[in-house]
């Protein structure tokens, strides 16, 4: 099961990492590692584990579709943090036999366990230990926790997805958790390259909040142009016209027409070229400027068709599209199973998504599914289980 492809060859091959982590972005950010060849091993409280093990559907085993996602290619052990002997093993095994810690309990909690990063790199200096914060080390929230839809809110994403003068909406996937996660992971294998040269490990901090406020980047930008809101743009991005999804007569189909190349061939196919002509269509500032005026004549033309007809229409004449797809969709879609980025083990089991990168043209394989709660304290722990 652990035995990589002819071909692909992990660059973290003999890194371990102890992952002390719950929830989504600690467990993600550990997946990303494993992924890439290191030997992940998460650390679980005894009796229910992981949050995430009754998160999302559940497979008739019992296990749930979230924690399979988050946590494939890992082992995993149960430790009693509360038992001093079971949480001294912990310590040790850190100290003398891991290369990496990553950890996302609640600010203070770590440190109560004598685990923290302070701790364990005084021990060892080698050690690279991430902390994976809600609201960052410093600063007056620091202590608090944090999730997913909270940092979406505090750190504007809310404000700028759906439609201007209707109700927040959350971002439909865990893209604060995942986006820390990965940013965790970047900071770990920066501080592996430089620990090369050095000899020496590090802390790393991460949160949820610096990762939620860092993709505002084109927002911050913009405030400081005349210090107004950013306004939300639906399926549409700001200062791009058009750009957005549109109503066939079947669903919703993306067209990305923002320059004036694309918009007169996107005009020919709609039967008026005349459009780019009109004072108010003839560049993407005068067209996003008037964007009501050029959706009440490209709509009622659209939504007479079904998207497979304006999606080959319009990519004939190289006006990029693409039709708004449930996932099942895309799980089918031909592209996706020609990319084979979704993963099951020979034997049969859950398909996961895998990492969306390849190493010399090989992605990183499946290599186990996620553990059962205390499926290798045997062979971690040995007799101290």
């Not at 494939?72 to 079971?86: F, M, S, Y």
């Not at 068709?305 to 304006?310: G, K, N, S, V, Y």
Request: glycine fraction near 12%; charged fraction near 20%.
């Amino acid at each position: 099961m652990d035995d990589h492809p002819s071909g692909f060859e992990p660059a973290l091959t003999g890194v371990r990492v102890v992952e002390i982590g719950t929830s989504v972005a600690a467990p993600y950010a550990a997946w990303i590692l494993a992924s890439l060849g290191a030997d992940v091993i998460k650390v679980e409280p005894p009796g229910k584990g992981d949050d995430a093990r009754q998160w999302g559907k559940m497979f008739e085993d019992g296990s749930s579709s979230y924690f399979h996602a988050l946590n494939r290619d890992k082992r995993g052990i149960t430790v009693d943090l509360k038992d001093e002997a079971d949480c001294q093993w912990l310590k040790d095994f850190c100290v003398t036999e891991v290369d990496v810690v990553i950890q996302n309990m609640r600010p203070g909690r770590v440190d109560g366990f004598g685990l923290g990063a302070a701790d364990l790199t005084a021990a060892n200096s080698r050690l690279i230990y991430c902390n994976l914060w809600a609201f960052g080390k410093q600063g007056p929230m620091k202590d608090k926790p944090g999730y997913d839809p909270l940092m979406q809110a505090y750190g504007g994403l809310m404000s700028l997805t759906g439609e201007e003068g209707q109700a927040p909406i959350r971002v439909g996937t865990s893209i604060i958790d995942m986006g820390t996660g990965l940013w965790c992971a970047v900071g770990i294998l920066a501080a592996l390259n430089t620990r090369k040269d050095t000899g020496k490990g590090c802390v790393v901090d991460a949160s949820l909040y610096e990762t939620s406020v860092a993709w505002m980047t084109n927002s911050v930008a913009s405030v400081g142009v005349d210090g107004k809101r950013p306004e939300k743009q639906g399926s549409g991005a700001r200062g791009l016209a058009p750009y957005q999804a549109y109503a066939c007569s079947d669903g919703h189909l993306i067209i990305a027409a923002p320059n004036d190349r694309l918009f007169e061939r996107l005009a020919g196919v709609m039967g008026h070229p005349e459009w780019p002509d009109d004072a108010r269509f003839d560049s993407n500032q005068n067209r996003y400027a008037n964007l009501a005026e050029l959706n009440a004549l490209l709509e009622p033309v659209i939504a007479a068709q079904p998207r497979r007809h304006w999606h080959d229409e319009l990519d004939k004449v190289g006006v990029p599209t693409a039709p708004v797809q449930e996932i099942p969709e895309m799980m089918a879609g031909s592209q996706t199973r020609a990319l084979e980025i979704l993963q099951t083990l020979a034997g049969g089991g859950p398909e996961l998504m895998g990492m969306p990168l390849s190493f010399g043209g090989h992605r990183p394989p499946l290599r186990r599914y996620a553990p059962t709660l205390g499926q290798h304290n045997d062979e971690i722990k040995g007799s101290k289980n």
